[in-house]
Nanobody, 122 residues
Framework: QVQLVESGGGLVQAGGSLRLSCVAS????????MGWFRQAPGKEREFVAG????????YYVDSVKGRFTISRDSAKNTGYLQMNSLKPEDPAVYYC???????????????WGQGTQVTVSS
């Protein structure tokens, strides 16, 4: 079993920054990859960024490339999503997820955090 606890969401002005954190605990083989997803009201859950836990390879949806950075600190069992230059289209509930392999599909991840709200004011 893997538990994920997110933090770091909040209200920020457009152009501002937030850093989300996701602390993982439990069986390490079950979190070979970590993904960040977001879901806005009335929309499907959308892939944002992913990272291979052991090698550190990263993946991004086009809309956040150059603005968001995913990283992990293996010693702390924590993943991060640094979000810069936030735009009015970025607000959503952001979720971290852990799975055995990287994928942009939510169905490929076995474990999910509770979500953290990100709000951007114009």
């Amino acid at each position: 079993q893997v538990q994920l606890v997110e933090s770091g969401g909040g209200l920020v002005q457009a152009g501002g920054s937030l850093r989300l954190s996701c602390v993982a605990s439990g069986r390490t083989f079950s979190r070979s990859a970590m993904g960040w997803f977001r879901q806005a009201p009335g929309k499907e859950r959308e892939f944002v960024a992913g990272i291979i836990w052991s090698g550190g390879s990263t993946y991004y949806v086009d809309s956040v490339k150059g603005r968001f950075t995913i990283s992990r600190d293996s010693a702390k069992n924590t993943g991060y999503l640094q979000m810069n230059s936030l735009k009015p289209e970025d607000p959503a509930v952001y979720y971290c997820a852990a799975g055995r392999a990287w994928s942009s599909s939510p169905s490929s991840y076995d474990y999910w955090g509770q979500g953290t709200q990100v709000t951007v004011s114009s």
